[in-house]
């Protein structure tokens, strides 16, 4: 194995956190303020690169940390590394509630693609990377658009996605269709291209988006019940407006509705 071979445990329920456990010169790589706590034996070093610890040169390191700028991620990547005696920990949390998956990279050819956003920690040697779409509609309307995260490599890799997770197994030629935005994860067999809601009422008043991503087995998928965008879209709708009064959800009501379901603050 090229990959440090961790053990772990995921506390928590809704907000769930991972604590790694670590053998001396074991590390685990991280996203930059996941971190939770850690025990004092256990260094934090910042790297560039993609994590996989291979040495590709200053340029090398330079592109792969250049190429997670187009995921919306930070240049730099944070390794823990224990450099004291016996078994130590460090424990990495979720950014909001939800789930997090493990995932034994050697059970997935090496290999899982997942959203931009979801990579939480994984053992020192696996890559973090990216994906390109290579289908168009996927790439316009996928919600994902272009480049998704590919994590590489024989090690244990987590990742944290909104609500609940269903885990679906997909037969050769069997195909699924899911929400945009509640796409988690696939393994690399999986066929993932983008299909029209079809329907003018469907389109305009279905409220579910214009666009499903099909996927087709075989292979593995992961959906989330809450993505984050919808999330943020609820608390956005529900935030007071500018001048102090609360957008109602009843707006023919007006004052009258804020005052039936309690808001009766003047």
């Known amino acids: 194995m090229s990959a440090h071979d961790i053990d772990y445990k995921i ?6 956190c991972v604590e790694i456990e670590l053998d001396p010169q074991e590390a685990v790589i991280a996203e930059a303020g996941s971190l939770m706590m850690k025990d004092t034996d256990i260094k934090m070093q910042t790297i560039f690169g993609d994590g ?12 792969s940390a250049g190429k997670r700028l187009l995921t919306g991620e930070s240049l730099f990547l944070t390794a823990y590394t224990h450099e004291g005696q016996g078994k130590k920990h460090a424990t990495f949390a979720a950014p909001y509630p939800g789930k997090i998956i493990p995932f034994d990279l050697t059970e997935y050819q090496g290999k899982i693609i997942c959203q931009k956003d979801a990579f939480l920690c994984a053992a020192k040697g696996v890559a973090v990377g990216i994906e390109f779409q290579k289908k168009l509609g996927a790439g316009f309307f996928g919600g994902e658009g272009f480049i998704m995260q590919k994590l590489e490599g024989d090690g244990f890799a987590f990742i944290h996605a909104g ?6 197994t997909l037969n050769p030629g069997e195909k699924l269709q899911v929400d945009t935005g509640c796409l988690v994860a696939l393994t690399k067999d999986v066929d993932y291209d983008i299909e029209f809601v079809g329907g003018i009422r469907n389109t305009f008043f279905g409220g579910e988006g214009v666009f499903f991503a099909s996927l087709k087995g075989p292979g593995k998928v992961w959906v989330q019940s809450l993505p984050f965008s919808r999330l943020a879209d609820r608390i956005i709708a529900s935030a007071p407006r500018m001048g102090g009064s609360r957008k109602g959800e009843g707006s023919i009501l007006g004052g009258l509705g804020d005052l039936l379901d309690g808001d009766n603050r003047f």
């Open 163 to 168: 609500g609940t997770i269903v885990e679906k």
């Open 52 to 63: 996989s610890g291979q040495d590709t040169g200053v340029f090398g390191k330079i592109f």
């Open 11 to 16: 506390l928590g329920d809704d907000m769930q």
